[in-house]
């Protein structure tokens, strides 16, 4: 690029005098340069052109491109080195090389500068990404690195040194693996070998903004004779230079916001230095709702996981450095390493993102807090969008990295927490988030070996309403936390904007298409108005009407991201929409001038397609342009309520008004007549309504629209009065309205009024022009639902169905859904379409249903006006049976082998529904006896789940004494043992192990059973089916 024009070397001797430059303009000089070196140079995928692809200036700059005509620099993932290198002899001596570079990459991609014997050998190398030897050898070092990466335009020098003899290569080497891709790969451009000498560069650059006065200044330190400036100017694309700048500052024209790019060098006597390069960001206070870009030492919090807060200041040390904890992010290429390069750390459509934290660890945490006034007439929603880069260790969610939002009061205290307040934490309890593959950076390698990369979330908008708190001082805190076991960390990119809560209207007219747009940031369901199911009729920002002939009403709830419970709603009538300008006007000769101030009245009317009545709403139209004086080619201008001064000669004039909704554009026009100067006017405006007679002005009476005046001399002053009056005729209409609500809906409230009954009611209103308007209003009211039902239902689980009852007060019941929100057991006792019974809700106990608390959703249908939901607990209690009565004085819960299967970890006993004290076992002893007029039962928490539910309720009975004998106790294997009682029961025997050997049922008299084969000592368990239980020990020997 012909950088300036006093350029050190002239374009046809880019190579002389000891000294070496090259801008890639001159032909014949990038003739010189030998691209893509080597014999396998044929098979790079990504190559070394000269071209047009980008510059630093001018039209042409060295890059590395994957297109095959070099058009873009863009670049593919596989794995090489591509060489590029200027064979070049200098005297011997020290020299500067210098050169303004930019790539984004990965950060396992890198350019590479190297300054080395021309004899080396250098091929490119197609068949891996690993870095050729000579590289290592050979690169030099700028800024500490030899690799260069993730920077946007920059200049970068080192000193080399030549022996006088040796002929050199100055060579560029781009090398990028094989996993992905972060373009613009290396770009180079101006190209400067100069001799050392003792001009020292510019230091300390730095740029301040003055709004106010439109101007930013440069300013630098140094000694030099004179200095030469080039920019790049905030949202300008050509450079801006000037030469021979004798002070340390420059000020310039400034009307935009973003990043300067600026290069300083020193001529010191006609010796030049290597340019210095140098970035700023700039910005302008009072442009947004929230100085988004103002941080400082008094809202930038540092400390760690327990406080962010626990210290004021602001850890700036520029975006690139790892240790900035509050930085402002301003290049729009620029993607973080941590998220193989495809995080964009400045979302679109913004000029910067502030970070907060970084990709240290130790438990460090940040805080940013703005300060913000809520005037909900144009900033009801606060949008944040934000990025975040998260490790995720696996930790208790209040121990992970995370990044949260706080909106306070006046007081330190959270505004809303459930429906403002969100908390962020990668992979819990947001969607969205990506698995990094590469590092990028890491905190301390040495300790994270057995880490993985981060988590990262793409940017993402998210609303918070503030329309309930209008003039309200709130603080936005937002603060990200690295975990706090002091291993792995989190920071969050973010910008800040406002908007209004309204539905936007995009279309007008009759279109095919009607569409309405809800506010940025949320969730979304439109429904049609009045239905109180809020049938889904769309979940889209935008809601897009296809039917011409559809003029319902649609609300819509705009739902928090963040807290799904929380949302407000909005309404958009499908009426087509246009515009309707319309003014009024005053006139007055002041000085004798004809000046005439209008006020715009125009506003946006609905007319319904099907009756053509016409709806004025207090809604603006987009905009309003006014032309004073169409006969004479005057201007359209946007203003409101302007004022205009026309000639003093006066005449008729016809002033044109377009307004404009959307796509649709109305027009309107009126005739001014003005006097001749000499006149003072007075201008009366009135309106009569049709058939009502006339007016009296100036000695008639008027009763047809238009201006009339009448000439009123004014003896000694300047100008005669002339008063003119400004006569509007309305017209009277009848409408009639038809309406259908249900009982649900009254009182019903319409024009002002509230009814409480179906009927035929006559409205009279005044319109526009103060004349009557009759409206017949036809109310008809159908019955809703109305119905009571119980909050909890309880059943015993070998029942044979759930009942649940209610009582009907209103409406009818077509019929039912029964919906468990817990899945399993909604497959097994779900309901769809049942039919409705007298006032009880029957569901079939399915077989196997485990006991448990299960919470349903019963759908009362409605086919007039609406269905009814209403939540019920269900309580399944164990059946009785899982209690067994063991005498007059002991009951007992069955065990797992008897109970279905259940273990218990814990047991409390209750009397007639109070707990008993202690009673904490398997078994309730209760010395006095059991009483047979009370109702026992049992809390039981199972051991797998934890689950606590009660047994249904059982009533002792009173056994009489019952004599059990067992004979012999001592037999032989293959003997018997004979079992007598007085109540029929169960007989069981069992080995000392605990198996079961025989089962045999009692006839109440004489059992015999048989002996087991085997010798050993067993157990007999005799359960009598009153309850009473014996056991008895007997030994079994072998007949030899």
């Known amino acids: 690029m012909p950088l300036l024009a006093f350029i050190l070397l002239p374009a046809t001797a880019a190579y002389a005098q000891g000294a070496y430059s090259c801008d890639f303009e001159d032909e014949a000089e990038n003739g010189n340069w030998t691209l893509n070196s080597g014999a396998n140079s044929g098979a790079l995928i990504n190559r070394w052109f000269i071209g047009t692809g980008t510059n630093n200036g001018g039209k042409k700059s060295l890059y590395i491109s994957s297109d095959p005509a070099g058009a873009t620099t863009d670049y593919m993932a596989k794995g090489q080195t591509a060489v590029a290198y200027r064979e070049l002899t200098l005297p011997a001596g020290s020299y500067e090389l210098s050169f303004d570079w930019q790539a984004v990459g990965l950060p396992s991609d890198g350019l590479y500068a190297c300054w080395m014997p021309a004899a080396e050998q250098t091929p490119s190398m197609t068949s891996n990404g690993n870095l050729p030897p000579w590289v290592t050898i050979y690169a030099s070092e700028f800024d500490g690195t030899t690799k260069l990466n993730s920077s946007p335009w920059k200049t970068v020098s080192d000193t080399i040194v030549s022996d006088g003899v040796t002929t050199y290569k100055l060579l560029f080497a781009w090398n990028n693996g094989d996993v992905a891709t972060a373009p613009p790969a290396a770009c180079i451009d101006n190209i400067y070998i100069l001799p050392v000498s003792s001009c020292r560069?510019?230091?300390?650059?730095?740029?301040?903004?003055?709004?106010?006065?439109?101007?930013?200044?440069?300013?630098?330190?140094?000694?030099?004779?004179?200095?030469?400036?080039?920019?790049?100017?905030?949202?300008?694309?050509?450079?801006?230079?000037?030469?021979?700048?004798?002070?340390?500052?420059?000020?310039?024209?400034?009307?935009?916001?973003?990043?300067?790019?600026?290069?300083?060098?020193?001529?010191?006597?006609?010796?030049?230095?290597?340019?210095?390069?140098?970035?700023?960001?700039?910005?302008?206070?009072?442009?947004?709702?929230?100085?988004?870009?103002?941080?400082?030492?008094?809202?930038?919090?540092?400390?760690?996981?327990?406080?962010?807060?626990?210290?004021?200041?602001?850890?700036?040390?520029?975006?690139?450095?790892?240790?900035?904890?509050?930085?402002?992010?301003?290049?729009?290429?620029?993607?973080?390493?941590?998220?193989?390069?495809?995080?964009?750390?400045?979302?679109?459509?913004?000029?910067?993102?502030?970070?907060?934290?970084?990709?240290?660890?130790?438990?460090?945490?940040?805080?940013?807090?703005?300060?913000?006034?809520?005037?909900?007439?144009?900033?009801?929603?606060?949008l944040l969008k934000y990025a975040a880069v998260l490790q995720d260790p696996g930790h208790p969610a209040e121990n992970q990295p995370r990044f949260t939002l706080r909106v306070l009061d006046e007081d330190g205290e959270s505004l809303d927490e459930t429906c403002i307040d969100a908390d962020f934490v990668?992979?819990?309890?947001?969607?969205?988030?990506?698995?990094?593959?590469?590092?990028?950076?890491?905190?301390?390698?040495?300790?994270?070996?057995?880490?993985?990369?981060?988590?990262?979330?793409?940017?993402?908008?998210?609303?918070?309403?503030?329309?309930?708190?209008?003039?309200?001082?709130?603080?936005?805190?937002?603060?990200?936390?690295?975990?706090?076991?002091?291993?792995?960390?989190?920071?969050?990119?973010?910008?800040?904007?406002?908007?209004?809560?309204?539905?936007?209207?995009?279309?007008?007219?009759?279109?095919?298409?009607?569409?309405?747009?809800?506010p940025d940031g949320f969730r979304y369901l439109w429904y049609v108005y009045g239905d109180e199911s809020k049938t889904p009729v769309s979940t889209a920002q935008r809601l897009v009407i296809n039917d011409p002939t559809d003029t319902r009403t649609y609300a819509c709830d705009v739902i928090s991201l963040a807290h799904s419970e929380c949302y407000y709603t909005i309404y958009a009538s499908a009426e087509p929409r246009y515009p309707w300008p319309h003014a009024t006007y005053t006139v007055s000769d002041a000085g004798c001038q004809n000046t005439v101030t209008f006020t715009d009245e125009s506003c946006v009317i609905r007319i319904n397609p099907e009756t053509g009545d016409t709806t004025y709403e207090?809604?603006?139209?987009?905009?309003?342009?006014?032309?004073?004086?169409?006969?004479?080619?005057?201007?359209?201008?946007?203003?409101?309520?302007?004022?205009?001064?026309?000639?003093?000669?006066?005449?008729?004039?016809?002033?044109?008004?377009?307004?404009?909704?959307?796509?649709?554009?109305?027009?309107?026009?009126?005739?001014?007549?003005?006097?001749?100067?000499?006149?003072?006017?007075?201008?009366?405006?009135?309106?009569?309504?049709?058939?009502?007679?006339?007016?009296?002005?100036?000695?008639?009476?008027?009763?047809?629209?238009?201006?009339?005046?009448?000439?009123?001399?004014?003896?000694?002053?300047?100008?005669?009065?002339?008063?003119?009056?400004?006569?509007?005729?309305?017209?009277?209409?009848?409408?009639?309205?038809?309406?259908?609500?249900?009982?649900?809906?009254?009182?019903?409230?319409?024009?002002?009024?509230?009814?409480?009954?179906?009927?035929?009611?006559?409205?009279?209103?005044?319109?526009?022009?103060?004349?009557?308007?009759?409206?017949?209003?036809?109310l008809i009211v159908n019955e809703s639902l109305d119905i009571q039902i119980g909050e909890e239902a309880e059943a015993c689980a070998d029942d044979g169905e759930i009942e649940i009852p209610y009582t009907l007060a209103s409406g009818i019941v077509?019929?039912?859904?029964?919906?468990?929100?817990?899945?399993?057991?909604?497959?097994?006792?779900?309901?769809?379409?049942?039919?409705?019974?007298?006032?009880?809700?029957?569901?079939?106990?399915?077989?196997?249903?485990?006991?448990?608390?299960?919470?349903?959703d019963i759908l009362f249908k409605n086919m007039e006006c609406g269905d009814t939901t209403i939540a019920v607990t269900i309580n399944i209690n164990y059946p009785d049976s899982i209690v067994i009565q063991r005498w007059n004085d002991v009951l007992g819960i069955r065990n797992s082998t008897y109970n279905g299967g259940y273990e218990f970890a814990a047991f409390q006993w209750y009397k007639d529904g109070q707990p008993i004290e202690g009673a904490i076992h398997p078994n309730l002893y209760q010395s006095e006896g059991l009483d047979t007029n009370a109702l026992y039962h049992a809390a039981l928490t199972r051991a797998d789940d934890g689950a606590t539910v009660l047994t249904c309720p059982i009533q002792p009975i009173r056994h009489a004494d019952t004599e059990i004998e067992v004979t012999p106790t001592v037999t032989f294997a293959g003997g018997s043992v004979e079992v007598k009682s007085r109540a029929e029961g169960e007989i069981r025997v069992w080995s000392t192990a605990g198996t079961a050997v025989s089962r045999t049922r009692t006839d109440g008299t004489h059992t015999t059973i048989k002996a087991p084969s085997a010798a050993g000592v067993y157990i007999i368990e005799i359960t009598l089916d009153n309850g009473t239980r014996h056991t008895e020990k007997i030994i079994v020997r072998n007949i030899n």
């Open 618 to 778: 207090a809604q603006e139209c987009d905009s309003v342009f006014w032309n004073f004086d169409m006969d004479n080619g005057s201007e359209w201008v946007r203003d409101e309520d302007p004022v205009h001064l026309y000639p003093q000669e006066g005449g008729t004039f016809r002033v044109g008004m377009r307004a404009h909704l959307a796509e649709c554009v109305e027009y309107n026009e009126f005739t001014l007549t003005l006097p001749e100067l000499g006149y003072k006017r007075d201008t009366i405006h009135a309106h009569i309504c049709q058939g009502e007679g006339g007016i009296e002005f100036g000695g008639g009476i008027y009763g047809t629209a238009g201006c009339y005046s009448d000439t009123i001399p004014l003896p000694g002053e300047a100008c005669d009065s002339i008063s003119t009056l400004d006569l509007t005729v309305g017209i009277k209409t009848d409408t009639v309205i038809s309406d259908t609500i249900c009982t649900g809906d009254m009182p019903h409230e319409f024009m002002g009024e509230t009814y409480t009954e179906g009927g035929s009611y006559t409205i009279t209103i005044d319109n526009s022009f103060q004349c009557d308007s009759v409206i017949t209003y036809n």
């Open 426 to 518: 990668a992979g819990l309890n947001t969607q969205g988030w990506i698995q990094a593959v590469s590092w990028g950076e890491r905190p301390i390698p040495s300790q994270l070996e057995g880490s993985e990369p981060p988590k990262w979330k793409d940017w993402t908008t998210i609303g918070v309403n503030l329309k309930d708190h209008h003039g309200k001082n709130l603080t936005i805190s937002l603060r990200t936390y690295d975990c706090n076991q002091t291993g792995h960390y989190g920071y969050a990119y973010f910008t800040i904007n406002c908007s209004d809560a309204k539905v936007r209207g995009l279309s007008c007219g009759e279109m095919d298409e009607n569409i309405f747009e809800a």
């Open 814 to 856: 077509s019929g039912f859904d029964v919906t468990f929100r817990e899945s399993g057991i909604n497959e097994m006792m779900g309901i769809t379409d049942g039919e409705a019974g007298t006032g009880v809700i029957a569901i079939p106990m399915a077989e196997g249903v485990i006991p448990d608390h299960y919470v349903a």
């Open 201 to 382: 560069k510019p230091e300390n650059i730095d740029v301040t903004s003055d709004h106010g006065n439109g101007t930013l200044t440069i300013t630098w330190d140094g000694m030099a004779d004179s200095y030469d400036v080039r920019c790049m100017m905030p949202g300008k694309d050509e450079w801006q230079e000037q030469t021979g700048i004798t002070g340390n500052s420059l000020t310039l024209d400034n009307h935009a916001e973003g990043p300067i790019y600026v290069y300083i060098r020193s001529n010191c006597g006609g010796v030049y230095t290597s340019w210095v390069s140098y970035s700023h960001f700039v910005w302008f206070p009072g442009l947004r709702c929230i100085e988004l870009f103002d941080l400082n030492d008094e809202n930038c919090f540092i400390g760690g996981d327990l406080d962010p807060r626990a210290t004021t200041q602001k850890v700036d040390l520029g975006y690139k450095n790892r240790a900035s904890r509050h930085t402002i992010h301003y290049d729009i290429y620029e993607t973080d390493p941590r998220t193989d390069g495809n995080l964009r750390t400045v979302p679109e459509g913004e000029i910067a993102s502030i970070r907060l934290g970084n990709w240290n660890i130790g438990s460090e945490a940040e805080c940013i807090e703005y300060q913000y006034t809520v005037d909900t007439t144009d900033n009801a929603i606060l």
